[in-house]
């Protein structure tokens, strides 16, 4: 079992930057797939970032080039650098962790509880 405990969000303007953070328990933290995820009022959840056990990375388009997904295996955790905010990043954001396969994509087991983001005009 792996508990995951997000911390960093509130309440900024636009522009601004905020960094994320996903502490996770348990001693194969380094072997999972990492994963950031959101989810506005009224939309569904979308996948925002991930990091593979390789350290490789992936980010849905509205985010490539304003947001980075970093981890350290030796504090069990996550971070997400999220630069030049906009209103439309506004959601809840939930971190994700799960095995990650040698063929196929992460499987995303584990939650958080997820922090609110909320970028004003």
């Known amino acids: 079992q792996v508990q995951l405990v997000e911390s960093g969000g509130g309440l900024v303007q636009a522009g601004a930057s905020l960094r994320l953070s996903c502490a996770a328990s348990?001693?194969?933290?380094?072997?999972?797939?990492m994963g950031w995820f959101r989810q506005a009022p009224g939309k569904e959840r979308e996948f925002v970032a991930g990091?593979?056990?390789?350290?490789?990375?992936s980010y849905t388009d509205s985010v490539k080039g304003r947001f980075t997904i970093s981890r350290d295996n030796a504090k069990n955790t996550v971070y997400l650098q999220m630069n030049s905010l906009k209103p439309e990043d506004t959601a809840v954001y939930r971190c994700?962790?799960?095995?990650?396969?040698?063929?196929?994509?992460?499987?995303?087991?584990?939650w958080g509880q997820g922090t609110q983001v909320t970028v004003s005009s």
């Open positions: 994700a962790a799960g095995p990650d396969p040698v063929v196929g994509g992460p499987l995303y087991t584990y």
């Open positions: 348990g001693r194969t933290f380094s072997t999972y797939a």
């Open positions: 990091i593979r056990r390789t350290d490789s990375t």
